[in-house]
């Protein structure tokens, strides 16, 4: 990642930018039967990538399939930093985020005491759990 890391400081969509986690366009291929008895595959057209969201409800697994733009980039966005926690490039990348967020924080909105308390956690397995299950609030 040898993006600068130039952060405003306004929300998660700036994460969702930087590592490029934007909901894709992705093809739907048919596998087709000629009349030769080959089969051949054709893209018919690009939908919208979605995510699933297994959920269990009342004893039983219902599984979710989410299509919504912002919806689906913030779960790419989580399971993203779930995967990288120790990955010191996303982890610098997240708390540089951080403190362009406390920044404008401090000016505008009363949550930057509880944004600079996150960014001093030591353990960056910590600091990005924090993260990973808060990063919807943060926001200006």
């Known amino acids: 990642m040898s993006k600068p890391l130039n952060f405003?400081?306004?929300?998660?969509?700036e994460?969702?930018?930087f590592f490029d986690l934007q909901q894709k366009k992705v093809p739907v291929i048919v596998e087709a039967r000629n009349e030769d008895g080959t089969t051949s595959k054709k893209e018919i057209y690009k939908k919208k990538e979605v995510e699933?969201?297994?959920?269990?409800i009342n004893g039983s697994k219902v599984i979710f399939e989410i299509n919504e733009k912002s919806e689906v980039e913030l779960i790419?966005?989580?399971k993203f930093l779930r995967k990288n926690e120790t990955n010191q490039e996303v982890v610098g990348a997240v708390k540089s985020f951080m403190k362009a967020l406390i920044?404008?924080?401090?000016?505008?909105?009363y949550n930057a005491p509880g944004f600079k308390g996150v960014l001093e956690i030591e353990d960056d397995s910590t600091f990005m759990y924090w993260v990973v299950e808060n990063v919807e609030n943060m926001w200006i």
């Open 8 to 13: 405003m400081g306004i929300g998660f969509y």
């Open 15 to 17: 994460l969702i930018d």
């Open 52 to 56: 699933t969201l297994p959920v269990i």
């Open 76 to 78: 790419k966005l989580k």
């Open 103 to 109: 920044k404008k924080s401090e000016t505008l909105d």
